[in-house]
């Protein structure tokens, strides 16, 4: 089931094209407003784009040039679950699983088969005989994920689906998701970079309606290209030119660090922010760089300090002993073994 997808929104400044081959799934990631529901919303039939085509197999979803063809909604081969379940209130959990089926002419009967199939695929076939109010979310999330299922989808179209719900209840979640998603083709919203890591073969990150950078998920994720992506893989992103010692940043600054990039070559450098170092005074280091504190935070047991262009994990004895607060004005260091430089 290859998805084959080029679409324009003008007014939403959207102008994204990509492919999603058979049995993979892609992650969106990106920052509000980048176009992700955007994105399903047009593949789902929810909205129509001004230009460019989408097929699905040998299903022409839409096509803005070819006469301006438009497939429905439910003539798709398309699921899009939702962030909340939308179930319906005055069906029992059984009949909404058995929806999708009855309505493409199914029997009754074989319907109902089919839904406890997929109830009990996502462990919820005890809960057949209940109403959507009787659910709490995390159980109703799991029927929506076995109605999205039963109906067969060429493509799921999955929104944040563990977004709204309890800590507690999304890594049971988050397992059932990876085991039913294995082999379909699949495009999933998170802003989880673990969704990420335990779903997606293939991680696609918009900004501003365009795509910004996309790859294997661990190689966005570990050599980050995006502010966005690095800030998502918690570590610092430095982008400018490779120069002999290291990388020349925007502002002239150079960053030593060993690659086997030639220098000239655009380049990017990442620094984990437990490897940078904070102080007052102007440090031996080579690699130094000067910066306004604009936040101070805990994080688990050291505090993060956050610049423009950097951010340190350090004790918070350090943040105490150097009186750190927004407005300082410090020096952030690190060794060069610990800068990792990469194609940018
Ligand atoms: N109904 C709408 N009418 C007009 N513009 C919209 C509408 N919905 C979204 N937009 C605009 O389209 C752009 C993309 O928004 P979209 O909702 O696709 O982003 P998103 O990545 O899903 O964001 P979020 O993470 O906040 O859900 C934004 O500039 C947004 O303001």
Redesign the pocket.
Same mark, same amino acid.
């Given at each position: 089931m290859t998805f084959v997808f080029d679409a324009r929104v003008a &007014?939403?400044?959207?102008d994204v094209s990509l492919e999603v081959k058979p049995g993979e799934t892609v992650a969106v990631l990106?920052?509000?407003?980048?176009?992700? &529901?955007?994105?399903l919303?047009l593949a789902a039939g929810l909205l129509r784009a001004d230009s460019g085509r989408a097929v699905l197999d040998d299903t022409v979803l839409f096509d803005a040039v070819g006469g301006g063809r438009f497939t429905p909604p439910h003539e798709r081969g398309v699921s899009l679950l939702a962030q909340q379940p939308l179930l319906f209130p005055h069906l029992s959990v059984l009949e909404n699983v058995a929806f999708g089926p009855r309505s493409s002419g199914v029997s009754r009967l074989e319907s109902r088969e089919t839904a406890r199939h997929w109830l009990a695929e996502v462990e919820a076939l005890d809960l057949a005989d209940r109403r959507p109010t009787q659910l709490s979310g995390g159980q109703a999330q799991r029927i929506a994920v076995a109605r999205a299922l039963a109906s067969d989808p060429k493509l799921l179209l999955l929104d944040e689906p563990l977004a709204a719900l309890d800590v507690a209840v999304a890594p049971a979640l988050r397992r059932m998701l990876r085991r039913v998603l294995a082999g379909r083709t699949v495009l999933i919203?998170t802003?989880d970079i673990l969704d990420a890591f335990t779903l997606a073969d293939r991680v696609v990150v918009?900004d501003h309606?365009r795509i910004v950078e996309q790859g294997p998920t661990r190689d966005v994720l570990e050599r980050p290209r995006s502010r966005f992506a690095a800030g998502l893989a918690a570590l610092n992103l430095l982008v400018g030119v490779r120069t002999e010692r290291g990388i020349r940043l925007d502002d002239g600054a150079e960053i030593a660090g060993a690659s086997s990039l030639s220098p000239g070559t655009p380049a990017a450098a990442a620094v984990r922010p437990p490897a940078v170092r904070v102080s007052l005074d102007e440090p031996a280091e080579v690699n130094r760089l000067r910066g306004e504190v604009l936040d101070v935070e805990p994080r688990g047991d050291l505090v993060r300090v956050r610049s423009r262009h950097l951010a340190a994990d350090v004790a918070p004895a350090v943040v105490a002993d150097l009186d750190l607060a927004p407005g300082s004005t410090v020096w952030f260091a690190f060794d060069p073994a610990a800068v990792q430089i990469y194609a940018g």
């Open positions: &007014s939403r400044g959207f990106g920052p509000n407003g980048a176009g992700k &529901s955007t994105l919303d919203v802003h918009l309606g």
